[in-house]
């Protein structure tokens, strides 16, 4: 059950620009640019995607199938949470190649392990305070 509602959630309900912002993990070899901002936009596109599938009425649709109104919830963020990790796992070989050949990054952290802790941190934050605020009022 929770299989077809992430496969509604992908082919249906996903943002066009959340299939572009999977692949901005790249911007890691950019040199002095800010790491940061790569986990910025993976809590940048669950917004997107939530906002958009309240004003395209994917919710009130969703929650109208005869299979529940729970698979809403669980849907969006097993959504979420899956784009977010495939994200983080497509940035890992980037921050490889970086280390390998660019070894200082002279706008904030490097790419290595305590990056992604800080990264995990970050979105493991947002998404909780995010999804359960939107899903109070949404």
């Known amino acids: 059950m929770t299989r077809q509602f992430l496969r509604k959630e992908y082919l249906l309900a996903a943002h066009p620009t959340t299939w572009f912002f999977v692949w901005l993990g790249a911007l890691v070899l950019v040199p002095a640019y800010p790491y940061s901002v790569v986990f910025f936009f993976a809590m940048l596109a669950p917004s997107l995607d939530l906002v958009y599938a309240k004003q395209t009425n994917d919710i009130l649709y969703t929650a109208l199938l005869p299979t529940g109104k729970a698979g809403v919830v669980r849907g969006k963020v097993l959504y979420t949470f899956t784009f977010q ?54």
Do not use: E, S
């Not at 990790?85 to 990054?105: D, E, F, G, K, S």
């Not at 990264?119 to 934050?125: C, D, E, M």
């Open 85 to 138: 990790t495939v994200m983080l796992l497509l940035t890992i070989p980037w921050a490889l190649l970086r280390t390998l050949y660019i070894q200082t990054n002279p706008a904030g952290i490097n790419a290595n392990v305590a990056y992604f802790g800080f990264g995990l941190l970050a979105l493991a934050v947002f998404d909780y305070l995010f999804l359960t605020g939107f899903f109070k009022t949404g």
